[in-house]
């Protein structure tokens, strides 16, 4: 009688899961040591990171995007498409809703057995509670989230386009983090496209492009000096920067502050902090921190069950009680990725669990197509083209751990030769 081999269910396909489940596939799964099931809602992976490119209409996605189905059955793990609704971890099952195709299809759940669980599913944006922010604000939490924002930019470009006058367009971000940052710069290049591209109702000098900081500075991930700099990079580029200016409530056309002001907003980001999606607020038999995060010990076991780890973004992560937990970066998913293939290893044959040990590298803002700003080893400041390079190459590594270094270096081959007849912006 054969033995069963054992099932590693990983729930969630971004940048730490799916460089999980390939690197376990390839591991283990091609030599059948244990069994790699990889669970998303989605059919297609995007880098996070990129999301405020597809959002400006500077990248497409149907380029970038790997699909799950055809990425599993190359690196050697089961791909399920399916949306987690809870975790029953006393009978050591997840139930799955698979997708609704058609109004006459009624999807039936699904429950997926494990030995060994692991949740990568991410986080969204946190609007805090705050009155309009859901019903009238655009979100880059997705890909299609990301699609959204662009077609609805795109359609106010083409609605100009047929009336008599030209007029203005007032854009509003709120949230100074990396990703308001580097939205706000990527759509200065935007509007400079659509009016080479002959959209010329909405001049590029009548954009107005606003970054709203609850905070005293923008980037406060990031150092002091990087942070000024940064500023004053996007000031050159005629974005606005509110700093101390607490958003109370968003409507349709308005931004409004808790001290009185108001600016007028055609359409508004929110891109003002994380937390862990809302299935989690589901998982009573589990300790969540404050915004849900599922609390995990170093090894990334869950405090609640051995038999599930998490890591990532929804996970609260402390590795020392003097520092606080680890933030939400690709990087930090990256790495825990890598060590959960020999925590998966430990746990196969019965030996201890090894600690996780985060090496921060730094961290990288895009602040246009040929400038960034960051910080290294936590005190080397960087910036211009250099940053960068550094930049476009931590995508260029994510893409070698999921296709590998031949694979990456053809993708990055083909985006240089490509680059000069490609349309600058996405036009429809």
Known sequence: MSKTLHHIVIVGGGAGGLELATQLGERFGRRKKAKITLVDQ?????????????????????????????????????????????????????????????????????????????????????????????????????????????????????????????????????????????????????TKNFYRYGLKKIDPKQVKITLIEASDRILPALNEKTAAHSAKQLKKMGIEILTQHKVQKVDESNVYFSHGEVIHSDITVWAAGVKAPKVLESFEDFKRDKINRLMVYATLQTYSDQNVFAFGDCANCQLDARQPPLGPRAQVASQQATFLVDAMAARIAGTPQPMFSFNDKGSLVSLSRNQAVGELLGDVSVQGFIAKTMYVALYRLHQANIHGYTQAGMLTMKDFLTRRVRPKIKLY
Do not use: M
């Open 42 to 190: 989605n059919l297609t992976h995007i880098w996070k990171p990129l999301l405020h490119e597809i959002a400006a209409g500077s990248l497409n996605p149907h380029e970038e995007q790997t699909n799950y189905f055809a990425h599993a059955e190359k690196h050697h793990f089961e791909f399920v498409l399916g949306t987690l609704i809870k975790v029953n971890k006393d009978q050591k099952q997840i139930v799955i809703s698979p997708p609704q195709l058609s109004k006459e299809h009624t999807p039936q759940i699904q429950n997926l057995t494990y030995d060994t669980l692991v949740l990568a599913v991410g986080s969204v944006s946190n609007d805090f509670g705050t009155e309009g922010v859901r019903e009238h604000c655009h979100f880059l939490d997705s890909r299609q989230q990301a699609d959204i924002f662009q077609q609805d930019l795109f359609h106010l470009y083409i609605e100009a386009q047929n009336q008599a006058d030209v007029r203005a367009l007032n854009i509003g971000i709120v949230g100074a983090g990396a990703t308001g940052v580097e939205l706000a710069a990527e759509l200065i290049e935007t």
